[in-house]
């Protein structure tokens, strides 16, 4: 990715002193660490000691951001992860029930992922000041060299996946984390844009070519909530693209969706694995601790497809969290992916990523939490700056022959 700036719409300036934010801004040393990030993120194969380089690069970062003091969060996200942890690891160690690589999950939700969560917090407070280090133009370079990638099959970034059939995954593992990678950095972007329609233009296109070439249809969903939800006015250009997004998603897969290939998902995979999911809420709603899917997939006399040895979650992130930590599975799902407790504006933001999460084990993804954390604190910015400036004390200005009104 290069360190390309876009332009940010003008800011009213506050009462509290504010500069109001340039047109351009530098990347300095806090920009190029998000941008190794994200890269180090997206190679997922090269590993040092078990650990991918984006978890070693994160955990690194994060010590140098708390001695700054430099991460907004709230009590009540810190109170409700301290409830999964604690209840995930007393079901993990008390259960009774069988597990399969409990330590590495334990070390990649009770470390890893926060890390990853608080450092997009930190990000996107600052989204707020200034723009983002990269825009559509460098997210399509890095698209296109994901697919120059694989295309060209170069060692050690890129392996080949058997069950990826012709998807484009890159450097990536899966073709859910490609499409999902690429997703949010675009959303991220356009969440900084005006949101005119040229905005929604570039979001679309980038959205549907990554669909194209990831073969993930759910990008199209998230992609249509974003539109609806922060794109105002416009109704008709609204209707116009979901009917055109509804026609090019049962264009390119009705044949997944119809037939055969439906009832295996239904009977085999995806349905299946959410009736045995459910039954094992309802044996012990307390929750089953970590690894146990794995595990219970990989014994169990019910054959479910793409569930078993080598798979630690369940396909909905909700639904696998409770089979975690039971009903504080759940709490922490609403949360952090949905934004409970948060304020509403951090709730319409956190929508799309939380409905893609019901259909995809989003809560698996560093992306995810990197981002999650990001928008958490980006729609909280605005909030907590306009309660800043109400409680700000009026400073006294020299008197003038046309005083001006009180400053709003």
């Known amino acids: 990715m290069n360190g390309l700036v876009r332009q940010m719409p003008p800011q009213r300036a506050s009462s509290s002193g504010a500069a109001a934010l340039g047109p351009r801004a530098r990347v300095d040393l806090a920009d190029a660490v998000l941008l190794a990030l994200l890269l180090l993120n997206a190679i997922q194969f090269l590993k040092i000691g078990g650990a991918q380089l984006g978890q070693l690069f994160a955990v690194l970062v994060l010590p140098v951001l708390l001695v700054r003091r430099r991460i907004p969060v709230g009590a009540w996200q810190v109170w409700t992860f301290a409830l999964f942890v604690g209840a995930a690891l007393s079901t993990t160690f008390l259960s009774g029930y069988p597990h399969f690589k409990a330590a590495e999950q334990i070390v990649k939700f009770v470390f890893v992922m926060p890390a990853f969560y608080l450092i997009g917090r930190y990000y996107g407070a600052r989204a707020r000041r200034r723009p983002l280090p990269f825009g559509y133009v460098a997210i399509a370079g890095f698209l296109a060299f994901q697919y120059a990638l694989q295309y060209f099959n170069v060692p050690v970034l890129y392996e080949k996946v058997d069950f990826m059939q012709n998807a484009i995954h890159g450097s990536f593992k899966e073709r859910n984390w490609f499409a999902a990678f690429f997703f949010l950095t675009a959303y991220a972007c356009f969440l900084q844009s005006p949101r005119r329609m040229p905005d929604v233009v570039k979001f679309v296109v980038l959205a549907l070519v990554v669909t194209l070439l990831s073969e993930s249809k759910t990008v199209l969903i998230a992609c249509a909530i974003v539109i609806l939800l922060q794109v105002r006015g416009h109704f008709f250009a609204k209707v116009l693209t979901m009917v055109a997004g509804a026609g090019f998603y049962l264009y390119m897969f009705t044949r997944e969706l119809t037939g055969d290939q439906l009832q295996v998902r239904l009977q085999q995979e995806r349905g299946l694995a959410f009736t045995e999911s459910i039954k ?32 630690s979650a369940v396909f909905c992130a909700p639904l696998d969290l409770m089979l975690i930590a039971g009903p504080i599975g759940l709490l922490a799902w609403a949360v952090f992916f949905g934004g409970l407790g948060q304020g509403r504006r951090a709730m319409v933001v956190l929508a799309p990523i939380a409905a893609w999460s019901l259909i995809n084990p989003m809560h698996q993804s560093e992306t995810s939490y990197l981002f999650i954390g990001f928008l958490a604190s980006f729609a909280f910015a605005p909030r907590a700056a306009r309660r800043n400036a109400r409680t700000a004390p009026l400073v006294s200005r020299p008197r003038s022959l046309f005083p001006s009104g009180p400053i709003r």
Do not use: K, P, Q
């Not at 044996?283 to 569930?307: C, K, N, P």
């Open 280 to 311: 094992l809420v309802g044996r012990d709603w307390i929750g089953h601790g970590f690894g146990f899917v794995e595990h219970y997939f990989s014994h169990s006399a019910v054959a479910v497809r793409g569930l078993g040895e080598g798979t």
